[in-house]
């Protein structure tokens, strides 16, 4: 029986710089996976969208891992309403919360300051504040590894706003909770306020943490052995 295409479904994102690091962390899925169709697309922004990627791979069933950190609009609907047509579709869980992403951003915080005094979390932000709460509990993940209180700073849709945030500590560092450069991470930068930001999860011309491919691949795999589970998509 051959094994479900891998579908690695991210935002999208008009940084080249962006664009690359998403790259590069399917490819290096793809080599872990040599006997599984490994393909990217996109919920925004960039094409192929889900439903050219879904075309592009009618032979058979297909496990869309989303490359989003937290489970938010485009989890819960964008992937179920764009899938929908298809019974042969799975959709993993987001990739967080996880504590291995709370492991990489450790590695990002000591790039910039082996032993901050305070740090402020920058995440995206979503209406769903069930997304919310998963980017709160990295929080608390990475303040558990570094024996710190981290705080969260959001960049839309959600209160605390990062600039307040960091401006309510001094001596703040912000730890990137962004998967890649883009929009959201320059404007993390701005919203810093001139303190010291980590590098997104997803850093260019450096190759993905091995942690961050496990992931991947486990969402899939853990989808892939379960196919009476097709057409279902996660909460």
């Known amino acids: 029986m051959p094994h479900p295409a891998l579908l690695a479904i991210s935002h999208g994102t008009a940084s080249a710089q962006g664009q690359a690091s998403i790259q590069a962390l399917v490819d290096a899925v793809a080599r872990r996976l040599p006997e599984v169709t490994v393909r990217l697309g996109h919920v925004d922004v960039q094409q192929p969208d889900v439903a050219a990627s879904l075309a592009e791979l009618s032979d058979g069933p297909v496990v869309i891992v989303p490359l989003l950190l937290s489970a938010g609009y485009h989890v819960r609907i964008d992937l179920r309403e764009q899938s929908a047509h298809r019974d042969d579709v799975t959709i993993t869980p987001a990739l967080g919360p996880d504590p291995r992403l709370a492991d990489v951003l450790v590695e990002r915080l000591r790039e910039i300051e082996p032993d901050p005094e305070h740090v402020v979390l920058a995440v995206a932000g979503s209406s769903d504040d069930r997304a919310n709460d998963d980017c709160r509990i990295v929080a608390r993940m990475l303040g558990e590894k570094i024996g710190r209180g981290v705080h969260v700073g959001f960049l839309a849709a959600a209160e605390p706003r990062l600039g307040a945030a960091v401006d309510a500590h001094p001596g703040t560092v912000v730890a990137n909770y962004l998967l890649a450069p883009g929009y959201f991470h320059d404007l993390a930068t701005r919203e810093a306020h001139g303190r ?40």
Do not use: H, K, M, N
């Open 196 to 235: 010291p930001i980590a590098r997104p999860l997803l850093a260019p011309d450096t190759e993905p943490a091995a942690s961050l491919v496990d992931i991947v691949v486990e969402r899939y795999l853990d989808a892939a052995q379960q196919p009476s589970e097709c057409g279902a998509a996660e909460p």
